[in-house]
C-alpha cells in the first residue's frame, strides 16, 4: 500500500519561502510521475508542478514558473516543493500525489495516491 506523507507547510508573509516534503513508502516508484497539487477554500484541486521519478524533466503551473521548484531525493523516497517568493494567492493545502503508471496529467482525478494534504497560508 502507498503511503504519501506531506510536511513543511505554515505561515508566512509575502515574499517568503517555504519547502513542503512528500516521503513516499510502500513500494518502490520508477517511471511514475509525483505531483503536487493544492486546493484553495471554494476552488478545485488545481496541478501545481510535477516530475518522474527517473529523469530529469520537470512541470510547472504557469503561475508559479520561476517561484517554485520541484525535486526529488531517490535514497529518501522524497519529494520537495521549494516555495519562494510566495503570494497569497498561494494559499492552499498543498497535497502530493503519484499514479500507477507513467503518465503526466493534471487532472486530479487521475491520481492514484494522495497525502493528508499540508496547509500553506500567505499573509499580505
Known amino acids: 500500500q502507498v503511503q504519501l506523507v506531506e510536511s513543511g507547510g505554515g505561515s508566512v508573509q509575502a515574499g517568503g519561502s517555504l519547502r513542503l516534503s512528500c516521503a513516499a513508502s510502500?513500494?518502490?516508484?520508477?517511471?511514475?510521475?509525483m505531483v503536487w497539487f493544492r486546493q484553495a477554500p471554494g476552488k478545485e484541486r488545481e496541478f501545481v508542478a510535477a516530475l518522474r521519478w527517473s529523469g530529469s524533466t520537470k512541470y510547472y503551473v504557469d503561475s508559479v514558473k520561476g517561484r517554485f521548484t520541484i525535486s526529488r531525493d531517490n535514497a529518501k523516497n522524497t519529494v520537495y516543493l521549494q516555495m519562494n517568493s510566495l503570494k497569497p494567492e498561494d494559499t492552499a493545502v498543498y497535497y502530493c500525489a503519484v499514479g500507477n503508471g507513467p503518465g503526466l496529467f493534471t487532472t486530479a482525478s487521475r491520481y492514484n495516491y494522495w497525502g493528508q494534504g499540508t496547509q500553506v497560508t500567505v499573509s499580505s
Open positions: 510502500g513500494r518502490t516508484f520508477s517511471n511514475n510521475v
